[in-house]
């Protein structure tokens, strides 16, 4: 009995040690499962992200969303301009697995040449709702043929964004030439967006040659976007827009289409825009300065400085086009405050609409406080064409509080060319609906003869201002046309744009995306250092243009605890620049454990000293009264005075304060150099308990303490 009970015992001792080490060997192995991406440094936490700062980086980082394993829904920092070359780019994610984390830009650049096969194409294939994409650059040089039965989508941010995308900017070009039997939409930016979009701006020109039998979508910044949460806001494109199709196109200098909840507030389209269309499924093509169509969603803020164009080169067909400085189609929709300022027109249909606002309004379609000063053109080779060539509308619905002050001209067939009307035309049977507190030139016919001029507008005189009759608003009488607009203004609950200008007013705003200080910032930082908090770039800048950063700390993450080997080669060079003189030392290392010639050099000087027993400890973290006293000890190296701490009020932790470091603390805070850390602390050294960084300098934090000493004291 005894004896089975020993090897039983024996037994299990060995299966329980197997089960250990096997235990022990699997988790190491689900450990580094999850940690295979390193990337250049970080952690992956908002605190402490992954460093992406070369090709090798991204590259992981389009891996762990091809393979398991990783941390999808982790932080990512660019850190540097990054061009891939001629290596072809898989993009981060695939139709089926969205991008989740958080990726920063940091005002960086990503240059793409070469692209691989897919049908959502981009730097990311698909941000999921998860996802934010923020403060990036991405540059295409791209030629690319793709063949697909599946939907296709591309931008060159993301094929489709269903996340939050802010603060990002397009270059370079786009040469496409897409076949597909299911929808096909191509953005600048985006391909397809659904999220939250804001001040997004397009620089790059696209080129698309589209052959399909749905939906082709083609926007500056946008392909496609329906139902998204929020306004797509402060958005910009001066990119060159041409395509060449066969099948159905919605082009928008800024979205091909936004619909269902998808609206649009402050949006500038610089870029021309011209379409050629043949064999038109639907019958429908349409071009917009800002959008190629808008249904179920609005339209607030909007300017177009971009040349329209749209042409027809098929078999007739009951084949529609439409061209306008705005909308080119819209239906349960609303317009307001915006204005067109360039050349419209459309060409060769036989049914053809050129305006400037929106080509065909359907149902319960609404503009107001709108305006337009380009010129309109519609050309037909079928001399029984129908040519609906305005200034502001090419079907029925309700405008109020406009003008228009560009030529309207139109020419069918072998007949010779005649004005169009300044506002509106309808076709023939239809009855329009109202048009109220309207101006257009004196001597141009406003509204086709069908039409009653209502009371309330009237002609006015382009190098005045002046309206040739008064006009009555909210009771009082008005004789110029700025006069007039804005007094509608005033009457309105809505939010609606001022006018500025007497002769032909323009809004009182400033359209289109402002580019933030993070991405505009171009200074010595570039190529540096990594991962700089945003509080310390001017910081970095000044100590660049100072010329005292050490080799030491070049290329490194400005957000780590500075050493008390590298602090030494900072007050070295901090030391040269106060003094004028160069150090140069002939002895060898008083300490054990570093031979570093910073160290020699600060050592000699008098501003460093040991930790004991012949040691430096140069790889330790330095504290934040370390720090003070060996600022300090320059100050009176280089200016031989004592340190005036008269009148500095003790901070509540001074008992914590080494007996050594006091003076030199107090020193620093009188003279705004190094500070308490908030409510009277100053946090002289770390403290158990406490986060690891508390009372430790960080790089960026030595950086600027060195430049305010240099500053004060200079």
Not at 148 to 160: D, M, P, Q, Y
Not at 385 to 413: H, I, M, P
Not at 547 to 560: F, H, V
């Amino acid at each position: 009995m005894d004896k089975t009970f020993k090897f039983f015992s024996k037994a299990i001792t060995v299966l329980l040690a197997i089960v250990m080490l096997l235990g022990t060997s699997l988790t190491s192995f689900a450990y580094n499962e999850l940690n295979l991406y390193t990337f250049s440094g970080g952690e992956g936490t908002k605190k402490r992200p992954y460093l992406i700062s070369n090709k090798e980086d991204l590259f992981q980082l389009s891996e762990m969303f091809s393979a398991d394993g990783g941390n999808r829904e982790a932080y990512f920092k660019l850190t540097n301009d990054i061009d891939l070359g001629d290596t072809v780019w898989t993009p981060i994610g695939s139709p089926t697995i969205g991008f989740s984390g958080v990726f920063d830009g940091n005002g960086k650049r990503i240059t793409i040449r070469n692209m691989a096969d897919g049908n959502y194409l981009g730097l990311f294939s698909q941000v999921d709702n998860r996802g934010t994409i923020e403060n990036l650059i991405v540059k295409g040089i791209i030629s690319k043929k793709v063949s697909s039965k599946e939907t296709v989508n591309f931008g060159l941010l993301a094929g489709r964004a269903e996340g939050t995308i802010e603060n990002c900017i397009a270059e370079g070009s786009i040469a496409l030439t897409i076949e597909s039997t299911e929808d096909i939409s191509v953005g600048g930016l985006i391909g397809f967006g659904v999220g939250s979009i804001s001040n997004l701006k397009n620089e790059a020109s696209i080129n698309l040659t589209g052959i399909g039998k749905k939906h082709i979508t083609l926007g500056g910044v946008i392909g496609s976007s329906r139902g998204n949460i929020s306004p797509i806001s402060n958005t910009t494109n001066t990119g060159t827009i041409v395509g060449n199709i066969d099948g159905q196109i919605f082009a928008g200098g800024v979205i091909g289409t936004s619909g269902f909840g998808s609206s649009v507030y402050n949006a500038l389209n610089q870029g021309n825009i011209s379409v050629s269309v043949k064999n038109i499924p639907n019958n429908r093509a349409a071009t917009g300065g800002i959008v190629g169509e808008i249904r179920e969603a609005n339209i607030n803020r909007a300017l177009n400085k971009g040349r329209v164009s749209i042409s027809y080169s098929g078999n007739y067909n009951r084949e529609e086009i439409f061209a306008s400085g705005i909308a080119g189609l819209g239906e349960v929709a609303t317009i307001t405050n915006a204005g067109n300022e360039a050349y419209v027109e459309a060409k060769d249909s036989k049914i053809l609409f050129a305006t400037g606002i929106v080509g065909g309004p359907g149902r319960d379609f609404r503009m107001a406080n709108v305006y337009n000063k380009g010129n309109i053109y519609g050309i037909s080779s079928y001399r029984d064409g129908e040519l609906y060539v305005l200034g502001l509308t090419g079907d029925v619905t309700t405008v109020d509080n406009f003008y228009n002050s560009g030529t309207v001209r139109l020419k069918a067939g072998n007949r010779g060319e005649v004005d169009g009307e300044a506002i509106t035309n309808v076709r023939p049977g239809e009855s329009p609906k109202s048009y109220s507190y309207g101006y257009w030139p004196t001597g141009v016919l406003a509204f086709p003869l069908l039409q009653k001029e209502p009371p309330t507008t009237s002609p006015f005189n382009i190098g005045t201002g002046k309206l040739n009759r008064n006009v009555n608003i909210g009771g009082k009488s008005y004789n110029t046309i700025t006069e007039a607009l804005n007094a509608w203004v005033d009457t309105q609950k809505g939010d609606y744009l001022k006018w500025v200008g007497q002769n032909t007013p323009t809004f009182d705003w400033s359209f289109g995306y402002k580019i933030p200080e993070i991405i505009a910032y171009k200074n010595g930082k570039e190529g540096k250092w990594i991962n700089a908090s945003d509080w310390a770039y001017g910081w970095l800048d000044k100590a660049d243009k100072l010329d005292i950063i050490p080799d030491i700390l070049l290329e490194e993450d400005m957000t780590e605890g500075i050493t008390r080997m590298e602090f030494s080669a900072l007050i070295v060079r901090l030391y040269e620049y106060l003094s004028g003189e160069e150090v140069i030392v002939k002895y060898n290392s008083p300490f054990k454990d570093t031979d570093d010639i910073s160290v020699i050099k600060a050592y000699e000087l008098g501003i460093v000293t040991g930790t004991g027993n012949g040691l430096f400890s140069p790889k330790a973290i330095l504290t934040r009264e370390q720090a003070s006293t060996m600022l300090a000890r320059v100050y009176q190296r280089v200016f031989d005075k004592s340190l005036n701490i008269e009148g500095v009020s003790k901070f509540s932790d001074h008992d914590l304060i080494s007996s050594w470091a006091k003076e030199p603390v107090y020193f620093m805070a009188k003279n705004d150099i190094l500070k308490g850390i908030g409510n009277n602390i100053f946090a002289p050294s770390h403290k158990q308990g406490e986060k690891e960084s508390y009372g430790r300098a960080t790089r960026e934090q030595a950086f600027k303490i060195a430049v305010a000493m240099i500053e004060k004291f200079k």
